[in-house]
């Protein structure tokens, strides 16, 4: 685990057996730190720049580009670290290269509330004005843009399974949404601070000095609440996190730091080919040149990732607009008029037979474009009985559809 | 002479029959000048029809000529064996013939010439023979001796006249004269009489004959040119038997190149040869086995056993002679099957028919098996007539009757088609006599219960007893006198009816007695309260239909809203039973009725809360009832708190709002469980409590967030986007002052055309917006822009095996990986393209010819030891290629 304190402080603690790594001041604040794709290096985002240290607390690098961030997400398939800064800019830099994959402005405003969608590498990012925008990084505009509060959004969490998103509000709300179909699921009251799903889908809401605990008992993703938990008053709750394979669930509050059991929230059974907890160092080296050459291009991201491979959406036809089609049929008969006439001999380039050739050629030059026209209209002719057929029956149940008795 | 020309002409090449011709030429009388004239100007005359014929009798003519010469050379020994020479000489005329073949005088000429020049000593013969046969004549005369002595004589001083010895140093006369050269045929002489003469004659005399005059050979370049063109055709040809196997190699998508492991068995028989005993047991198996003693026994008891199977010939013959008249029998049948199919008589086929039935009927009636049998038989039919309707002009012929109407028709069609009809009634209706035995009864109970059922009153009830009474006796009488006739006087019908009118009776007897027994219970009961009748009728309304679950829905509903009309009613009968519940204790019986039919009947889900109910009613300590009454509108729900403790009635009524009642209700649960401070909504709402005002809270967010109207602006925001990618027309304009000073435009307003198109415009912009994937999500902008470079994530088009989109999807979706494949197959699915073993030596490709009726695997055509492998499965990107400019193996 990594911890940063607004001061500068920053640690990294072994929470296998509670050890400490190294701790370290950087004299300034941090604003976020997070881990790239294994431990020996993180990223923190300090008062005017993110800087990327090692497990040794060396600094290795500093990315000014980004500016003075306010959260980092590292997207671990694409070994991509995303981050937004107070400008509200997106920046998504490889880590293996260090190229700067894009830069984005989000136009919205001051941000703080960054997620990545574990399923599809998403970036969620909340804003003042209620809105969360969704981000891939080879697209300039947001893919989704949803109003989720009147207030500003305070908090964001995925599911694990990238099926479900909470968000909180300022305005006393918590909402959980289903981001296939992009409906709230469930509204609640309550206020936020902090957001998180553990792997077990249990989501944890830390807002003042209260802590909760809450979980889908019914399966339906109506969420109740399971647990609570209550610092001394007066400490501020925040950020709350789940370790991983643990039952535990961190707090990084206004006092330091603590941990609290939270019993099924963490996945029992880890697979050693995800993560293995009791890596030795030369597993790790082993992993990380495999994940370095499983590394996943930016272009991979998208919505819906099982997209992949399939077969490319029929993709609107550039239709050329009215005006466009009447003026490439102008130039076509202008061209035509313009054509060289072939000078021949014995009366058949006599003025009536000139003009009888250049009238065919321009009625030639048409000839497509309208006969194009005379397609499109019957096409639409034709469409709109076939709309009506789709509409019966889908596809796999036209089988069982009552042949027409004869 | 004549004759030997003839011979000549009907033959068509020389050199064939010269032999015989030559003999002919000997036998040949002479004939007289006369004659010999009137040949040759027939000559002549056929040597005007063609060069060929021509040149033919100039030979003839020739050798005619020769023939004389010939005759003369008799004389003197010395031609005899050089008879060819003759004959070579026409060749050389020929030539000179061509030169001058215009002429036929030319040619007389040439024959002339040629005789002339046919050496001077042909004058000299002439002069001396005439001389020879005068002194000949004259010593005839002096000493009676014959010519031929003399004559011999002569050829001796013929032979003599050659003083010197014929070879190559001194040719004869003609050789060296030029025309007698020496041919092929001189040759050959001195072989005649060696083993291989015969053949090697016939050869040559096949050469000769077929003498063409040879072409000049063509250009050397011509030639290449040729060559090579065959050459190419040739290889072409030749290539394509590797076009199989190159084209295995290219679309196999892993080629191995390992040494060829040979099993080394083929067949089971060459491993069980390969056998040696080694264990034990197998070795004492193998010693009995393979005993001797045990052999020869075998062998012994073989032998008696083919002594046994010994057949007397009597009876082989036997055999044969029944096999061939059974045989004989059948060909008669079959042929006399094919007459009878073959005759077109409408009648005569009726008729057989008709016998057929006659026949059939009889047998039915008198054997049992064959009843049963027919009985089959018209159940299939039926059946079939159920499946097919094919009488029921269903037919190609009957549909077009029918659109062409009866009327149209002439006699014989009608009657066809209502024939038709009437068969199929006929099918159809003996179907429904079958079956009728068993669902009457059924129909008849089902009936009994439709009309019990929807009035629960007593009177009703006890009516309906009265009157199923009734029908069943009524039944058993019809049941004696049911089947005289038709298939039920069948015996083996009447005795399965037998049987199941005992069966039927006893049911009969049974209903009837419980019908009795429940009209008295009924009669009971009808001297109790009415209330109380009124819930054991409700009851049993209720146990029926739980009894009977697929009973139809709407007669529980209408019993539902009989008890909903009358609600309030019972709400007063409940009371009353409430105020006496401990004398009755209906009440607890009552209650667990309502929740049923409530739980039945209500769709909000609230059963937990009922089931509460339930069991606060049944443990009586707590003396607490709710009375849940559901309206026949649901919208919304009466919750009644109903607190009966030592008489006193406290009624509090609370009226939610119907948005969320399970929450409600849940939260009236939490009420008594817990009165903890912190819940999680805010609504904390209890009987006792003061209401919270719930818009308030809302109303206090709506205060706060005031200033910013996110709502509007995301609105704002998602019309943006929208115009973005499909612009909204533009209103339509007209240029200021344009066809105004005509009013017309006034008075029409903008022209039709333009507003169409607007119209137009607008409604594509509005479909294209609704097809849209937030078209009906409010709150969500998603963009539809296309990423070119997400683009090359997908498939450009639908690869070969596949025709439909979803299919490919779909086995896209298929995952691949050591957590979904067993280890052989993955190992199968990431093969590499070539597998090689190290140190491998990778030979060329070789081609074997296989024999295709043998029937051998393929295996060999790739080489020695190379084998491919074809996957199908899973490869996205098809068939991999491998090339193979030289391939492989």
């Not at chain 1, 501020?236 to 643990?246: H, I, L, M, S």
């Not at chain 2, 006659?358 to 089959?376: G, I, L, V």
């Not at chain 2, 002439?410 to 006929?426: K, M, P, Y």
Request: proline share 5%.
């Amino acid at each position: 685990m990594v911890v940063a304190g607004r001061k500068g402080h920053v640690a990294l603690i072994d929470m296998m057996n509670m050890d400490l790594i190294k701790e370290f001041q950087v004299r300034e604040a941090v604003r976020d730190v997070v881990f790239l794709h294994n431990e020996l290096f993180f990223a923190a985002a300090q008062k005017k720049y993110p800087y990327i240290y090692n497990r040794d607390g060396t600094e290795l690098h500093c990315l000014k580009e980004h500016g003075a961030v306010l959260k980092l997400q590292f997207l671990r398939n694409h070994f991509l670290l995303a981050s937004i800064n107070k400008f509200g800019q997106l920046h998504y830099q490889d880590v293996t290269m260090g190229g700067m994959v894009a830069n984005y402005r989000t136009g919205l405003g001051r941000c703080d509330v960054m997620q990545v969608n574990p399923f599809n590498a998403v970036l969620g990012l909340g804003h003042s004005c209620g809105k969360v925008t969704m981000w891939r990084p080879t697209n300039a505009t947001p893919l989704i843009k949803m109003l989720c509060h009147h207030g500003p959004v305070s908090a964001m969490a995925f599911h694990p399974g990238g099926h479900l998103m909470a968000t909180a509000g300022m305005e006393r709300k918590i909402k959980v949404w289903d981001i296939r179909k992009f409906e709230v699921l469930h509204t609640y009251s309550g206020h936020a601070k902090t957001l998180q799903f553990s792997q077990k889908g249990l989501l944890a809401i830390g807002s003042g000095s209260r802590v909760q605990i809450w979980k889908d008992t019914a399966g339906n993703q109506d969420y109740s609440r399971y647990m609570s938990h209550s610092m001394v008053k007066g400490y501020q709750v925040g950020k709350v996190n789940f370790q991983p394979y643990e039952d535990v669930l961190a707090l990084g509050h206004s006092q330091g730091i603590s941990a609290i059991l939270v019993p099924g929230s963490g996945e029992p059974n880890f697979d050693t080919w995800v993560a293995n907890p009791f890596e030795t160092p030369k597993q790790r080296r082993e992993k990380e040149i495999h994940s370095l050459l499983d590394k996943l291009p930016p272009e991979t991201i998208m919505l819906d990732p099982t997209q992949i491979g399939t077969l490319r959406p029929p993709r609107a036809k550039e239709q050329l607009t009215k005006q466009e089609r009447e003026a490439a049929m102008e130039a076509a008969i202008e061209s035509a008029k313009q054509g060289p006439s072939k000078k021949k001999t014995k009366g058949r380039s006599k003025p009536t037979r000139m003009q009888k050739k250049k009238q065919d050629g321009i009625m030639k030059a048409k000839r497509p474009f309208l006969d194009q026209q005379l397609n499109d209209e019957r096409q639409l002719l034709n469409k709109k009985p076939k709309l009506n057929e789709e509409v019966q029956l889908p596809l796999s149940l036209q089988r069982f559809a009552r042949k027409e008795a004869t | 002479m004549g004759k030997s020309f003839l011979s000549k002409k009907t033959s068509l090449g020389g050199s064939k029959y010269e032999k015989k011709n030559s003999k002919d030429e000997k036998k040949g009388p002479r004939l007289p000048s006369a004659l010999q004239r009137e040949v040759d100007s027939l000559n002549t005359r056929y040597s005007d029809n063609s060069d060929e014929e021509e040149e033919l009798h100039d030979t003839d003519i020739y050798e005619y000529n020769e023939a004389q010469a010939e005759e003369e050379s008799r004389k003197n020994r010395r031609y005899d064996p050089v008879d060819n020479l003759e004959y070579k000489l026409p060749d050389e005329f020929e030539d000179e013939n061509l030169s001058s073949d215009d002429d036929d005088n030319n040619v007389d000429h040439a024959s002339e010439s040629k005789s002339n020049m046919n050496t001077s000593d042909e004058s000299e013969d002439d002069v001396e023979e005439d001389s020879v046969g005068r002194h000949a004549r004259m010593l005839q005369n002096i000493t009676g001796m014959p010519a031929e002595v003399f004559d011999g004589k002569k050829q001796k001083f013929g032979v003599v006249s050659e003083t010197y010895p014929e070879s190559e140093y001194n040719p004869s006369r003609d050789t060296l004269d030029g025309d007698g050269r020496i041919t092929i045929q001189d040759l050959l002489v001195p072989l005649q009489k060696k083993r291989g003469y015969s053949e090697l004659n016939k050869r040559i005399q096949k050469v000769e004959r077929k003498s063409v005059p040879v072409q000049t050979p063509i250009s050397k370049v011509l030639q290449e040119n040729v060559d090579r063109k065959v050459a190419y055709e040739h290889t072409k040809k030749d290539i394509t038997k590797w076009e199989l196997p190159v084209k295995r190699h290219r679309e196999a998508t892993t080629i191995f190149f390992e040494k060829d492991t040979n099993v080394g068995f083929s067949t089971v028989g060459a491993i069980a040869s390969g056998f040696t005993p080694r264990t034990n047991f197998e070795k004492k198996m193998d010693s009995l086995i393979n005993d001797a003693k045990v052999v020869e026994a075998y062998r012994e008891d073989g032998a008696r056993l083919l002594e046994l199977n010994k057949i007397s010939v009597e009876d082989v013959i036997d055999h044969k002679n029944s096999l061939a008249k059974m045989r004989s029998l059948l060909f008669r049948h079959e042929m006399k099957a094919k007459r009878i199919k073959k005759i077109k008589s409408k009648t005569y086929h009726r008729l057989l028919k008709k016998d057929k039935l006659k026949a059939s009927h009889t047998e039915m009636q008198t054997d049992p098996e064959a009843a049963k049998e027919e009985a089959m038989k018209q159940e299939f039919k039926r059946a079939e007539e159920r499946l097919t309707l094919k009488h029921k002009n269903n037919s190609n012929w009957a549909k077009r009757v029918k659109k062409r109407g009866l009327e149209a028709q002439d006699e014989g069609t009608r009657v066809a088609i209502s024939e038709q009809l009437n068969q199929h009634a006929d099918l159809t209706r003996k179907m429904y006599s079958m079956k009728e035995s068993s669902s009457s009864d059924e129909t008849s109970d089902e009936d009994d219960e439709d009309e019990l059922s929807p009035d629960a009153n007593p009177d009703g009830v006890s009516k309906l007893l009265t009157k199923a009474k009734e029908k069943t006796q009524k039944l058993l009488e019809t049941e004696d006198e049911m089947g005289t006739s038709g298939v039920l006087s069948l015996p083996f019908m009447v005795r399965e009816m037998k049987k199941r009118k005992e069966m039927a009776y006893a049911e009969a007897k049974l209903a009837i007695e419980d019908y009795e027994s429940s009209l008295k219970q009924l009669e009971d009961t009808n001297g109790a309260a009415t209330s109380e009748i009124r819930t054991s009728s409700g009851r049993r309304v209720f146990g029926a239909a739980r009894k009977q679950p697929e009973e139809s829905v709407n007669r529980t509903k209408s019993g539902n809203i009989d008890r909903d009309s009358d609600s309030d009613y019972e709400y007063k009968a409940n009371d009353n039973l409430d105020v006496d519940r401990a004398g009755n204790g209906a009440l607890q019986k009552k209650v667990p009725l309502d929740a049923n039919m409530l739980r039945g009947e209500s769709d909000s889900g609230s059963k937990s809360v009922y089931t509460s109910f339930d069991d606060t009613v049944r443990d009586p300590d707590p003396k607490t009832t709710y009375e849940v009454a559901i309206f026949a509108s649901n919208s919304w729900k009466k919750v009644g708190n109903k607190n009966v403790s030592n008489g006193i009635d406290k009624k509090s009524v609370v009226v939610v709002e119907p948005i969320r009642p399970q929450q409600d209700l849940k939260e009236v649960d939490k009420d008594d469980t817990e009165s903890e401070e912190e819940m999680v909504d805010g609504f904390l709402s209890s009987g006792t409590k003061a209401d919270y005002e719930l818009p308030s809270q809302e109303d206090l967010i709506r205060r706060a967030f005031a200033g910013d109207d996110v709502e509007e602006e995301f609105e704002k925001d998602k019309l943006e986007v929208l115009n973005e990618e499909n612009p909204e027309p533009e209103k339509p304009l007209l240029l200021p002052g344009w066809g105004q000073w005509t009013h017309i435009q006034k008075k029409k307003g903008t022209p039709s055309w333009l507003l169409e198109e607007h119209e137009s415009a607008k409604r594509k912009r509005e479909e294209s917006l609704k097809k849209r994937k937030d078209a009906h999500l409010k709150h969500v902008i998603i963009s539809e822009k296309i990423n070119k470079k997400v683009e090359k994530l997908h498939a450009k088009s639908l690869p070969y095996p596949y025709t439909s989109q979803e299919a490919f999807n779909m086995s896209m979706r298929v995952p691949i990986g050591p957590e979904f494949h067993p280890a052989a197959s993955l190992r199968a699915l990431n093969c590499p393209e070539v597998v090689k073993t190290p140190g491998h030596i990778i030979k060329p490709i070789s081609f074997e010819e296989v024999n295709p009726h043998e029937k051998e695997d393929e295996q060999k055509m790739k080489g020695p030891n190379q084998k491919i492998k074809n996957k199908k499965s899973n490869n996205v990107k098809g068939a991999k290629k491998t090339k193979i400019k030289h391939k492989s193996n």
